[in-house]
Nanobody, 115 residues
Framework: QMQLVESGGGLVQPGGSLRLSCAASVSISRIALMGWYRQAPGKQRDLVATITRSNNTHYGDSVKGRFTISRDNAKNTMYLQMNNLKPEDTAVYHC?????????WGQGTQVTVSS
């Protein structure tokens, strides 16, 4: 079993920045694929970004050029740097990890972009 705990969400004005963290209870060097997903009220959960064990990254079209995903194996933590935030980025952001063919999710952290 593995636990994922997100942090770093909050209220920010349009154009602002936030950095989300996802701390894992196991060594993330074992995790082949990690990612961030988000879900706005009344909408489906959408992919934000993913990162492989070899640090290959993939981004959803709506966040390309604004968000950066990274992982620090020494801290067992994955990050999402979010710049130039827009109101449409408002959502609950969830951390995801694929370990031994099983998916794990964190409880989510709320990001609200509003003036």
């Amino acid at each position: 079993q593995m636990q994922l705990v997100e942090s770093g969400g909050g209220l920010v004005q349009p154009g602002g920045s936030l950095r989300l963290s996802c701390a894992a209870s196991v060594s993330i060097s074992r995790i082949a694929l990690m990612g961030w997903y988000r879900q706005a009220p009344g909408k489906q959960r959408d992919l934000v970004a993913t990162i492989t064990r070899s640090n290959n990254t993939h981004y959803g079209d709506s966040v390309k050029g604004r968000f950066t995903i990274s992982r620090d194996n020494a801290k067992n933590t994955m990050y999402l740097q979010m710049n130039n935030l827009k109101p449409e980025d408002t959502a609950v952001y969830h951390c995801n990890a694929l370990l031994v063919l099983k998916q794990y999710w964190g409880q989510g952290t709320q990001v609200t972009v509003s003036s």
